[in-house]
């Protein structure tokens, strides 16, 4: 297979795929969970590969239809991409691998049109990874956002009402986008992200610049649930079915975050903008606040599902965090967070969905020792997805802070240091909670016998937390690529 | 300077045996033997590390890179080798006296016991032979987790509530050890153990080098029980007795301790240390806890608490030493850690032994028991002595090298704690000794001296104390290893 042609295949493989669920859920019902497996694995497949070939090799830039950029739209696919893309393929096929028995509880008679919604969802968050165009950005970022909303209406009694909210809320946040875009392309005549690279030095500090990153940076401020512009997130994660808020959770905000490091640190070249504006450290205080904030109301939750979401909103915050640093080791941070939270987070919603298929909820006071037993696989891996979330070592989510503390400090901006491991400790807080729940609290009936759940769903699960361990002491070898980056 | 695994094969060794030992949960005599061949295997693999150190080489293996520039790397220098041959020579007699204790009191979750355990003893290896800061952390960390299950493990309410406050304060340590590496790592450029420091007096302005010690003082100081960050141990007693024991005397507290000798020497470096005046700092704390902690052990009437307030105080003497930043000082504290742990490892396996054997906790029922248990009292009573300072025993030999190295240092005052701290430890010990001889006991009629498998390993390590006091130097040259170690941080020597 030749790496050239790797972009499209991967990010058409969602688009044939959306259109080709319908045509065979018509042939056979019972085909559309393996034929779905067999497009995401090709995807995944292929962005591994593609990732792996990515070392030492020259960015590639894939052009559609002959047209030279900047006229034409072009896929960058470089080590960044490259990593994003492994990093949302992989866990979307792993989550798909467990969506058959979340699908056949939670929505049976709605499986062609989630199947090929999840497709079209996938297409446009590797659109928004690969693409190298403002304009096409927004494209792919609507296809994304109307998927999402379709995907997250599909769940518990209020899921359609916080979907819709999402639905508004998210509007607002492309066309604050969109308006961005429109004012750069005022100023500087051009959609192609190499060529604004190349001319913002000369327009910095012009205020159609400024006044359209503002914008860019609170559209997908609200995209990544970057605080205060959060509101919209907790809800709909914990009223969707468990199989949308397993994958829009790990991937969704931190495809938002991705795009702010890449316009921001790549492309606008955050140190020429800060000169004007104080862009870089607005973020890192909303974004430090989200992290205290986040984990705070975690701790105030009783339901396990709605608690993940908080802390979600405290981890993307990690991530912006190291964006805002704009240092090689905060880049690193905040990179190989993206990565890290994405199996945090997907192992730990897997296993919500693997209770909530069991018990029929996910209420924190009803966790007891019965659980250890009944779910001894389930609950190791939200163990371990829980101490690799306070980040202790060796489990991947030391090594993202141990990289952002490392960088505020090089940053002279020592107090992030203190937020971050403020917020480890936050983390232990409500997560030792539960795993004492889950080891020692008495169960009060009889005992039980072990009742995991079903081995499509169980094996997921337990590859990502492995992969956590994987995934820490690899880190160097994995971000390797990226370090001459961003110097 | 030496490439080999052994280190990390001695590490594996128990870590190993944990899934081994979650396997085997069903049939407890193999559960048992997977935990006594993997200690046995641990204690071999360290002891042929031995000969190198007492030459003064360093056997290490470099695994994979944790951060740029940051290997994960297990160094077995001297010091290194020197607490794991502590920790995997007590680990054996630990698994003994678990076997007896555990079976004799009826305990339940046996098998998460005994592969806590063996993860503990990994988790020591680890600490001992990390050779940088991260790699520390990694297996500090690890310990911590490893220890909780063991202090929760009667899941009664205190056992609950001292799990809580252990990890608070643990997790809240680890936090700090984790600034204060990250500090070091952009300060310095290094996060390695060096003999002599990696800092320079010019590395930090003053108030800032003072905030790194004192992250590094409180995210290692928990373990090691500094006043006033002390108060997880005292109630961490909940646990079962052999997990006190090996929390006391082996692995946790003298990991703590351990860290510090680390810091001090191999970190800040003692030229640092003595030019900024930190280790007066150091030097207060620990004066102050040895004292406090020795007059708190008084009103214990506990057994297991008395001989936690006096482990308190006990570990202070090796942070004391440490201070001294002489070389006798170091050379004292590094033998008062193998001192302190073969007595205080006796104490409480007495403590066990006389409580699952008699269910008696308290000072007050003790009377008489010296009759019924002559084996374990007798080493009771040796240990006792032996904390106090009596010769020969080796609590005798590390409080005189400490003292020395007081002298050595010009410093007066330490040497006046450590006097007054051995009068108080005869006071708090002798009540107990008082009453288990001279009182008369009540319903002891027809019992006996506890299982084989717990008087035996009590008797060992008493008689280890014994025979390490009057020959220091034999068996595993501790003093040489000690005195190698001590000059290797003192720049000039």
């Given at each position: 297979?030749?790496?050239?042609?790797?972009?499209?295949?991967?990010?058409?493989?969602?688009?044939?795929?959306?259109?080709?669920?319908?045509?065979?859920?018509?042939?056979?019902?019972?085909?559309?969970?393996?034929?779905?497996?067999?497009?995401?694995?090709?995807?995944?497949?292929?962005?591994?590969?593609?990732?792996?070939?990515?070392?030492?090799?020259?960015?590639?830039?894939?052009?559609?239809?002959?047209?030279?950029?900047?006229?034409?739209?072009?896929?960058?696919?470089?080590?960044?991409?490259?990593?994003?893309?492994?990093?949302?393929?992989?866990?979307?096929?792993?989550?798909?691998?467990?969506?058959?028995?979340?699908?056949?509880?939670?929505?049976?008679?709605?499986?062609?049109?989630?199947?090929?919604?999840?497709?079209?969802?996938?297409?446009?968050?590797?659109?928004?990874?690969?693409?190298?165009?403002?304009?096409?950005?927004?494209?792919?970022l609507e296809i994304s956002s109307l998927s999402s909303y379709g995907l997250m209406s599909v769940g518990k009694k209020f899921a359609v009402y916080t979907a819709f909210r999402y639905l508004i809320i998210g509007s607002i946040g492309g066309s604050l986008y969109l308006l961005g875009?429109?004012?750069?392309?005022?100023?500087?005549?051009?959609?192609?992200?190499?060529?604004?690279?190349?001319?913002?030095?000369?327009?910095?500090?012009?205020?159609?610049?400024?006044?359209?990153?503002?914008?860019?940076?609170?559209?997908?401020?609200?995209?990544?649930?970057?605080?205060?512009?959060?509101?919209?997130?907790?809800?709909?994660?914990?009223?969707?079915?468990?199989?949308?808020?397993?994958?829009?959770?790990?991937?969704?905000?931190?495809?938002?975050?991705?795009?702010?490091?890449?316009?921001?640190?790549?492309?606008?070249?955050?140190?020429?903008?800060?000169?004007?504006?104080?862009?870089?450290?607005?973020?890192?205080?909303?974004?430090?606040?989200?992290?205290?904030?986040?984990?705070?109301?975690?701790?105030?939750?009783?339901?396990?599902?709605?608690?993940?979401?908080?802390?979600?909103?405290?981890?993307?915050?990690?991530?912006?965090?190291?964006?805002?640093?704009?240092?090689?080791?905060?880049?690193?941070?905040?990179?190989?967070?993206?990565?890290?939270?994405?199996?945090?987070?997907?192992?730990?919603?897997?296993?919500?969905?693997?209770?909530?298929?069991?018990?029929?909820?996910?209420?924190?006071?009803?966790?007891?020792?019965?659980?250890?037993?009944?779910?001894?696989?389930?609950?190791?891996?939200?163990?371990?997805?829980?101490?690799?979330?306070?980040?202790?070592?060796?489990?991947?989510?030391?090594?993202?802070?141990?990289?952002?503390?490392?960088?505020?400090?090089?940053?002279?901006?020592?107090?992030?240091?203190?937020?971050?491991?403020?917020?480890?400790?936050?983390?232990?807080?409500?997560?030792?909670?539960?795993?004492?729940?889950?080891?020692?609290?008495?169960?009060?009936?009889?005992?039980?016998?072990?009742?995991?759940?079903?081995?499509?769903?169980?094996?997921?699960?337990?590859?990502?937390?492995?992969?956590?361990?994987?995934?820490?002491?690899?880190?160097?070898?994995?971000?390797?690529?990226?370090?001459?980056?961003?110097? | 300077?030496?490439?080999?695994?052994?280190?990390?094969?001695?590490?594996?060794?128990?870590?190993?045996?944990?899934?081994?030992?979650?396997?085997?949960?069903?049939?407890?005599?193999?559960?048992?033997?997977?935990?006594?061949?993997?200690?046995?295997?641990?204690?071999?693999?360290?002891?042929?590390?031995?000969?190198?150190?007492?030459?003064?080489?360093?056997?290490?293996?470099?695994?994979?890179?944790?951060?740029?520039?940051?290997?994960?790397?297990?160094?077995?220098?001297?010091?290194?080798?020197?607490?794991?041959?502590?920790?995997?020579?007590?680990?054996?007699?630990?698994?003994?006296?678990?076997?007896?204790?555990?079976?004799?009191?009826?305990?339940?979750?046996?098998?998460?016991?005994?592969?806590?355990?063996?993860?503990?003893?990994?988790?020591?290896?680890?600490?001992?032979?990390?050779?940088?800061?991260?790699?520390?952390?990694?297996?500090?960390?690890?310990?911590?987790?490893?220890?909780?299950?063991?202090?929760?493990?009667?899941?009664?309410?205190?056992?609950?509530?001292?799990?809580?406050?252990?990890?608070?304060?643990?997790?809240?340590?680890?936090?700090?050890?984790?600034?204060?590496?990250?500090?070091?790592q952009v300060t310095t450029g290094s996060t390695a153990f060096v003999p002599g420091g990696i800092y320079t007096p010019l590395s930090l302005p003053d108030p800032a080098l003072l905030l790194v010690f004192v992250l590094f003082l409180v995210g290692i100081g928990v373990k090691s029980?500094?006043?006033?960050?002390?108060?997880?141990?005292?109630?961490?007693?909940?646990?079962?007795?052999?997990?006190?024991?090996?929390?006391?005397?082996?692995?946790?507290?003298?990991?703590?301790?351990?860290?510090?000798?680390?810091?001090?020497?191999?970190?800040?470096?003692?030229?640092?240390?003595?030019?900024?005046?930190?280790?007066?700092?150091?030097?207060?704390?620990?004066?102050?806890?040895?004292?406090t902690a020795s007059l708190l052990a008084f009103k214990q009437e506990n057994l297991k608490k008395r001989l936690a307030y006096s482990t308190v105080g006990h570990l202070s003497y090796i942070v004391l030493g440490a201070s001294l930043l002489s070389p006798l000082g170091f050379t004292?504290?590094?033998?008062?850690?193998?001192?302190?742990?073969?007595?205080?490892?006796?104490?409480?396996?007495?403590?066990?032994?006389?409580?699952?054997?008699?269910?008696?906790?308290?000072?007050?029922?003790?009377?008489?028991?010296?009759?019924?248990?002559?084996?374990?009292?007798?080493?009771?009573?040796?240990?006792?002595?032996?904390?106090?300072?009596?010769?020969?025993?080796?609590?005798?030999?590390?409080?005189?090298?400490?003292?020395?190295?007081?002298?050595?240092?010009?410093?007066?005052?330490?040497?006046?704690?450590?006097?007054?701290?051995?009068?108080?430890?005869?006071?708090?010990?002798?009540?107990?000794?008082?009453?288990?001889?001279?009182?008369?006991?009540?319903?002891?009629?027809?019992?006996?001296?506890?299982?084989?498998?717990?008087?035996?390993?009590?008797?060992?390590?008493?008689?280890?104390?014994?025979?390490?006091?009057?020959?220091?130097?034999?068996?595993?040259?501790?003093?040489?290893?000690?005195?190698?170690?001590?000059?290797?941080?003192?720049?000039?020597?």
């Amino acid at each position: 297979m030749k790496v050239q042609q790797l972009p499209i295949l991967i990010a058409f493989t969602y688009l044939a795929w959306a259109l080709l669920i319908p045509l065979i859920a018509a042939l056979r019902k019972n085909w559309i969970y393996p034929f779905t497996l067999v497009g995401s694995a090709i995807s995944a497949c292929a962005s591994i590969y593609g990732f792996i070939s990515s070392f030492g090799s020259e960015p590639l830039r894939y052009t559609f239809g002959g047209w030279a950029p900047p006229l034409g739209v072009e896929f960058i696919y470089d080590s960044l991409s490259s990593f994003i893309l492994m990093v949302i393929n992989t866990i979307a096929f792993l989550v798909l691998i467990h969506s058959k028995g979340v699908a056949d509880r939670e929505f049976p008679e709605k499986k062609m049109p989630y199947y090929a919604l999840v497709m079209l969802f996938m297409l446009g968050l590797n659109g928004i990874t690969l693409t190298g165009d403002i304009f096409t950005l927004f494209v792919f970022l609507e296809i994304s956002s109307l998927s999402s909303y379709g995907l997250m209406s599909v769940g518990k009694k209020f899921a359609v009402y916080t979907a819709f909210r999402y639905l508004i809320i998210g509007s607002i946040g492309g066309s604050l986008y969109l308006l961005g875009v429109f004012y750069l392309y005022t100023v500087t005549g051009t959609l192609n992200m190499a060529d604004i690279a190349a001319m913002i030095p000369q327009v910095a500090t012009q205020p159609g610049i400024v006044t359209g990153i503002i914008l860019i940076v609170a559209g997908f401020g609200i995209k990544a649930a970057l605080f205060p512009m959060h509101g919209w997130l907790p809800d709909l994660y914990a009223q969707a079915n468990s199989t949308s808020s397993a994958l829009v959770a790990p991937i969704g905000t931190k495809v938002a975050a991705y795009v702010l490091i890449r316009l921001l640190l790549l492309v606008f070249g955050i140190n020429a903008v800060d000169a004007v504006a104080p862009i870089s450290t607005i973020i890192g205080i909303l974004a430090s606040i989200g992290i205290i904030y986040g984990s705070i109301y975690a701790i105030r939750q009783t339901q396990l599902k709605r608690m993940l979401a908080y802390s979600s909103v405290s981890q993307i915050g990690y991530v912006l965090l190291g964006l805002s640093l704009a240092n090689p080791m905060g880049f690193r941070g905040a990179v190989l967070h993206i990565l890290n939270h994405a199996i945090m987070k997907a192992c730990l919603f897997l296993v919500a969905a693997n209770l909530e298929k069991q018990e029929g909820h996910s209420d924190l006071s009803k966790f007891n020792k019965s659980f250890a037993k009944k779910y001894p696989w389930s609950m190791l891996a939200f163990t371990l997805a829980a101490l690799s979330m306070i980040g202790l070592p060796p489990l991947a989510g030391f090594f993202s802070k141990w990289y952002l503390a490392v960088g505020a400090v090089e940053g002279e901006q020592s107090w992030y240091l203190i937020v971050i491991l403020a917020s480890s400790l936050l983390n232990a807080a409500y997560f030792f909670r539960i795993i004492e729940r889950i080891y020692i609290k008495p169960a009060d009936d009889t005992p039980s016998s072990q009742n995991d759940v079903a081995f499509s769903m169980l094996l997921p699960t337990l590859i990502l937390a492995l992969g956590l361990l994987v995934v820490g002491l690899m880190n160097t070898t994995l971000l390797s690529n990226l370090l001459p980056f961003y110097d | 300077m030496i490439e080999s695994a052994v280190p990390l094969l001695a590490l594996v060794a128990s870590l190993a045996a944990v899934p081994l030992i979650l396997l085997s949960g069903t049939k407890p005599n193999l559960r048992e033997f997977w935990t006594l061949l993997a200690a046995l295997i641990k204690f071999c693999l360290v002891l042929t590390l031995l000969p190198n150190a007492l030459q003064g080489t360093t056997t290490q293996i470099t695994l994979l890179e944790l951060f740029p520039g940051i290997p994960f790397i297990l160094k077995a220098d001297p010091l290194g080798v020197y607490f794991a041959l502590i920790a995997s020579g007590l680990w054996i007699l630990t698994s003994f006296y678990s076997i007896g204790y555990m079976r004799g009191a009826h305990e339940k979750n046996q098998t998460r016991y005994f592969a806590s355990f063996a993860l503990c003893l990994s988790s020591t290896l680890g600490i001992a032979f990390a050779g940088n800061l991260v790699t520390f952390i990694v297996f500090f960390e690890m310990l911590t987790l490893a220890t909780y299950p063991l202090v929760i493990h009667k899941e009664t309410p205190a056992a609950l509530a001292a799990s809580r406050q252990y990890l608070v304060y643990t997790l809240t340590a680890g936090v700090c050890l984790i600034a204060a590496s990250v500090i070091t790592q952009v300060t310095t450029g290094s996060t390695a153990f060096v003999p002599g420091g990696i800092y320079t007096p010019l590395s930090l302005p003053d108030p800032a080098l003072l905030l790194v010690f004192v992250l590094f003082l409180v995210g290692i100081g928990v373990k090691s029980g500094i006043m006033p960050l002390h108060s997880w141990l005292p109630s961490a007693m909940a646990a079962p007795t052999p997990v006190s024991a090996l929390l006391h005397a082996v692995a946790v507290v003298k990991s703590g301790v351990f860290g510090l000798v680390r810091v001090v020497g191999f970190i800040f470096g003692s030229e640092t240390l003595a030019q900024s005046h930190l280790n007066i700092l150091l030097m207060i704390l620990a004066g102050f806890t040895v004292l406090t902690a020795s007059l708190l052990a008084f009103k214990q009437e506990n057994l297991k608490k008395r001989l936690a307030y006096s482990t308190v105080g006990h570990l202070s003497y090796i942070v004391l030493g440490a201070s001294l930043l002489s070389p006798l000082g170091f050379t004292g504290s590094i033998l008062h850690i193998s001192a302190h742990a073969t007595m205080k490892i006796t104490l409480f396996f007495c403590a066990g032994a006389i409580y699952v054997n008699l269910h008696k906790e308290n000072i007050p029922d003790l009377n008489g028991i010296a009759k019924v248990m002559p084996f374990t009292m007798a080493a009771f009573t040796l240990a006792a002595l032996g904390l106090a300072g009596v010769p020969p025993l080796n609590g005798f030999v590390s409080k005189w090298t400490l003292a020395q190295g007081a002298l050595q240092a010009d410093m007066l005052v330490p040497l006046f704690i450590l006097v007054i701290s051995g009068l108080l430890n005869i006071g708090y010990f002798f009540p107990i000794i008082h009453r288990a001889y001279f009182k008369e006991g009540e319903h002891l009629e027809g019992k006996k001296e506890a299982s084989a498998f717990m008087v035996v390993p009590l008797v060992i390590t008493a008689l280890l104390s014994v025979l390490l006091g009057i020959f220091p130097n034999h068996f595993f040259h501790f003093y040489d290893l000690a005195t190698a170690i001590a000059k290797t941080l003192i720049p000039g020597n």
